[in-house]
């Protein structure tokens, strides 16, 4: 069974933790806010609360048994970047990082992403597609 590292448990890191939970995948939700992980411990396998970008306490998750390490802070480009440079430098097997624009796009790569998910040019680009 495939097990993911959720960092960023906003709108899109909860909706994507209750899906995968739903077709049996392992979830360790992680994020620097209370709340936000207290309105998702009921669903996700396992949370944690702490800095990402404090490579220390991305060594407590044991980030080499997770089979995915999806990214999708959005508050905070550079804490986005840090993090997902720190999974790759930690031995992360697949990193999944989300960015806004074409710029954190290159700069995600750039630092190690193996995959970047634009949300908005995706969202963009079915819109046109279906309505054109």
């Known amino acids: 069974m495939k097990s993911f590292l959720l960092i960023g448990v906003n709108h899109l890191g909860s909706l994507i933790t209750k899906k995968l ?8 939700a992680v994020d620097n806010d209370e709340e936000r992980i207290n309105a998702i ?10 800095d990402t970008t404090n490579e220390e306490f991305l060594r407590t998750l044991g980030i080499d048994e997770y089979d995915v390490c999806l990214v999708t802070i959005v508050d905070d480009f550079q804490d986005s970047l840090m993090t997902t440079f720190l999974l790759k430098e930690l031995g992360a097997a697949r990193v999944i990082a989300r960015a806004n624009t074409e710029i954190q796009e290159k700069l995600l790569y750039r630092s190690g992403a193996d995959e970047v998910i634009n949300s908005e040019k995706i969202a963009a680009e079915w819109m046109v597609s279906k309505y054109s």
């Open 41 to 50: 411990q009921s669903v996700a396998t396992d949370v944690s609360i702490g």
């Open 21 to 28: 939970v739903d077709k049996g995948y392992e979830v360790m």
